[in-house]
Antibody
Framework: EVQLVESGGDLVQPGGSSRLSCAAS????????MSWVRQAPGKGLEWVSG????????YYADSVKGRFTISRDNSKNTLFLQINSLRAEDTAIYYC????????????WGQGTLVTVSS | AIRMTQSPSSFSASTGDRVTITCRAS??????LAWYQQQPGKAPKLLIY???TLQSGVPSRFSGSGSGTDFTLTVSSLQSEDFATYYC?????????FGGGTKVEIK
């Protein structure tokens, strides 16, 4: 069974940083691309960032480019999102997402971790 | 970025109704479109990918169609567990983008 368990969400001050982690199990992590998708309270889904299976290629939404960094440790089956220079509008549930072969959609989602940016 | 526009943003329906949700892309995306269902307080769930391919385990009352810029998600006979919010997503081009969502409520 595929499991994605996020951690690292917290209350962060504007301008602050945090590192989100996603522990993956139930599939061969090193073979799959992964993404982060977020959802602000009461709002819709927003794709944030993606990374290919080997970690060599990364992609970002314009709203986070230059502030967020996606990475992965295939030896530890873990996906990361370093989030810097946080703004109030970054407040959201951040979902870890598995990408299947053949398409950049999401076939499995984690339960999400909440990042709140507030003073 | 490709803009995905869903309509309607919300509507009410009854159990047993046939319902259709529309998603329009601001430029052609071939069939690189997925549909998700999200229940309140839960993570989204994949329903359909490649515009019309049903994800394993998803009931056959769900179907998708379209290509290019115009797409539809149809539920042939709405069940109680189908009252939720639905999102389309294009994966033709980075940045990946979602539609704004369609909330299906009980009439």
């Amino acid at each position: 069974e595929v499991q994605l368990v996020e951690s690292g969400g917290d209350l962060v001050q504007p301008g602050g940083s945090s590192r989100l982690s996603c522990a993956a199990s139930g599939f061969t992590f090193k073979n799959y691309a992964m993404s982060w998708v977020r959802q602000a309270p009461g709002k819709g889904l927003e794709w944030v960032s993606g990374i290919n299976a080997g970690g060599e290629s990364t992609y970002y939404a314009d709203s986070v480019k230059g502030r967020f960094t996606i990475s992965r440790d295939n030896s530890k089956n873990t996906l990361f999102l370093q989030i810097n220079s946080l703004r109030a509008e970054d407040t959201a549930i951040y979902y870890c997402a598995k990408v299947p072969f053949g398409g950049d959609y999401v076939d499995y989602w984690g339960q999400g971790t909440l990042v709140t940016v507030s003073s | 970025a490709i803009r995905m526009t869903q309509s309607p943003s919300s509507f009410s329906a009854s159990t047993g109704d046939r319902v259709t949700i529309t998603c329009r892309a601001s430029q052609g995306i071939s069939n690189y479109l997925a549909w998700y269902q999200q229940q309140p307080g839960k993570a989204p769930k994949l329903l359909i990918y490649a515009a019309s391919t049903l994800q394993s385990g998803v009931p056959s009352r769900f179907s998708g169609s379209g290509s290019g810029t115009d797409f539809t998600l149809t539920v042939s006979s709405l069940q109680s567990e189908d009252f939720a919010t639905y999102y389309c997503q294009q994966y033709s081009t980075y940045p990946l983008t979602f539609g704004g969502g369609t909330k299906v409520e009980i009439k």
